[in-house]
């Protein structure tokens, strides 16, 4: 089917070579385009001395990994710097739910800035939902969050297929 085509507001108009009149075609979504902070996993910044915020993670294992961080580090960095097992897929773009965290204090998880629509999106697709629950790339460390202690899940929820590509 050869012809030529014009743009009717969100439609395409395509006339063809065997029909004299215009066949709708499906719409033209335009959509806004948005773009995260760029990460730098492994390459944190030791902290400065007395400026240091400690963290807690709880592997998966039940081994605790207290840590020395800088203000404004985030959390998944932060578990990849120091070899913890945090998978984050999408490399802290906030797409998939791999570096799924559980705050072990209410009080602690209050002091967190509200997840975003984004995360919490993500979140539904996270493996042992909690309500204390995060996404360990959009919490970034303050001195409000010092002493800051997560728990890592057993199980991660990744959406790729582990034998993609088998058959």
Do not use: W
């Not at 014009?6 to 385009?33: D, Y």
């Not at 909690?130 to 800051?148: A, N, P, V």
């Amino acid at each position: 089917m050869t012809g030529s085509s014009l743009c009717r507001g969100n439609f395409i108009l395509q006339k063809t070579t065997t029909r004299s009149n215009f066949v709708r075609q499906a719409p033209i979504t335009i959509r806004p385009f948005s773009a995260t902070a760029a990460s730098f996993h492994g390459h944190l910044a030791p902290p400065k001395p007395g400026e240091e915020l400690y963290i807690t993670f709880i592997d998966k294992e039940g081994d605790e990994h207290k840590l020395a961080v800088s203000k404004g580090d985030n959390l998944l960095e932060i578990a990849q710097t120091h070899d913890i097992e945090m998978e984050g897929a999408c490399e802290g773009s906030c797409a998939c739910s791999t570096c799924h965290i559980v705050v072990e204090d209410e009080a602690m998880y209050d002091r967190i800035p509200e997840a975003s629509d984004d995360e919490n999106d993500m979140l539904d697709l996270a493996f042992g939902l909690t309500e204390t629950s995060r996404l360990g790339c959009q919490i970034h460390m303050s001195k409000e969050l010092d002493g800051l202690r997560v728990k890592l899940p057993h199980a991660t929820r990744n959406m790729q297929a582990s034998n993609f590509g088998k058959k």
